[in-house]
């Protein structure tokens, strides 16, 4: 698909969009790794996600890629001007008329608050010289809107990824995944083993109860190896993600009587806070305990993102459509002040 777009056009972007956890940056990956194009990851969680860092981190790649000799201007990152230039420059000395490929992954993922109003996201050019293509990924249009406006010369394709003619490919590369994770783990196969289950059962009904969402399947075998966890039946899986993220919701006893404020406190500022945040920071913007905070961060441990930054150790949401899930809660959204 990506491939047939830049045979049939000179320039343009290409844009590949679906749900959270379908599998659009392991498509995007998987093209960096087969062409060794230039890349940039979006990472909400890592607070890698502004024009600044974006257009720093491509300015250089072009540069070293395609050894220019630029001066670089004090404005590079608070406009496209410079990496146009740049791309220009790429275009030109290309070797064998070979395109320049830039792919850019999670634009739903981006901080916009620091650009211009009425600036395209990560001040993308609204028009490319021959030979230069960006290949994009983000979450379907209804669900996020993606400010990129192009010009009537630059040619711009939207694959969407949950249309009804790739379902089926959807639901081979997802049995793919599982084989080869059955494959790749012997506590996955002891597992199995100690279910009574065949591995082509195995197969057919956890692909059934994924919905052909990756980020499901990330999460069920993580519980699968976690030896604490040997209670855990493929009969009691709840169908699709939003369905295992509300099951997590009530096992964590965030639908008790009377209500865990201090737990619910906690999880708002996880989700209100795009940079990680130690369980310090936590436990004073919430007036919470320490001791409790760290507990609550152990019982979510598997949908935090954990690093080391400053000496100190943080946490951030793991994905962004458990944030959405999140967000999604009145409780959530009533701890933060919101009317609902």
């Known amino acids: 698909m990506i491939d047939e777009f830049i045979a049939k056009n000179s320039k343009g972007y290409f844009t590949i969009e679906a749900d959270p956890g379908v599998g659009k940056s392991a498509i995007i990956a998987k093209y960096v790794q087969n062409t060794g194009c230039i890349a940039y990851f979006n990472l909400r969680s890592g607070g890698v ?17 395609y050894e220019l000799n630029p001066s ?7 406009n496209n001007y410079f990496l146009s230039s740049l791309l220009q420059q790429a275009s030109d000395r290309s070797v064998n008329s070979k395109p320049v490929v830039i792919a850019v992954d999670a634009l739903d993922e981006v901080d916009t608050s620091s650009q211009a109003q009425g600036s395209n996201i990560l001040y993308l050019p609204k028009h490319l010289p ?24 630059t040619p711009h394709q939207s694959f969407d990824l949950m ?12 049995n793919t995944y599982i084989t080869n994770r059955i494959q790749e783990s012997q506590l996955v196969i002891n597992w199995i083993t100690s279910k ?19 980020m499901y399947l990330v ?52 989700v209100s806070i795009d940079q990680p945040i130690s369980c310090h920071s936590i436990a004073q913007e919430s007036a919470v ?9 152990k019982d979510w441990k598997q949908f935090l993102h954990k690093q080391h930054l400053e000496k100190k150790v943080c946490y951030s949401i793991y994905h962004n459509s458990f944030r959405d899930f999140l967000n999604s809660k009145d409780e959530v959204r009533i701890a933060r002040g919101e009317a609902i």
């Not at 491509?58 to 540069?63: A, G, Q, V």
């Not at 249309?163 to 997802?174: G, I, N, P």
């Not at 305990?289 to 961060?297: A, H, I, S």
């Open 49 to 65: 996600n502004k024009a600044k860092d974006f257009l720093e981190h491509i300015c250089l790649e072009l540069i070293q890629r």
């Open 72 to 78: 670089w201007p004090s404005n590079a990152t608070e």
């Open 130 to 153: 021959e030979k230069v293509f960006f290949i994009l990924a983000h979450r379907k249009v209804e669900q996020v809107k993606i400010p990129l406006e192009l010009d009537s010369e």
């Open 163 to 174: 249309a009804k003619e790739y379902c089926d490919q959807s639901f081979k590369d997802v």
């Open 196 to 214: 009574k289950l065949t591995v082509e059962e195995f197969i057919e009904q956890l692909s059934f109860k994924s919905e052909s969402n990756f």
């Open 219 to 270: 999460y069920v075998f993580k519980d699968i190896e976690q030896r604490d966890r040997q209670d855990f039946s493929l009969k009691n899986l709840p169908q699709g993600l939003k369905g295992y993220y509300e099951k997590h919701w009530n096992l964590m006893g965030m639908n008790a009587q009377p209500e865990p404020l201090d737990k619910i406190t906690i999880v708002s500022i996880l």
């Open 289 to 297: 305990e320490e001791l409790t905070v760290n507990k609550v961060l």
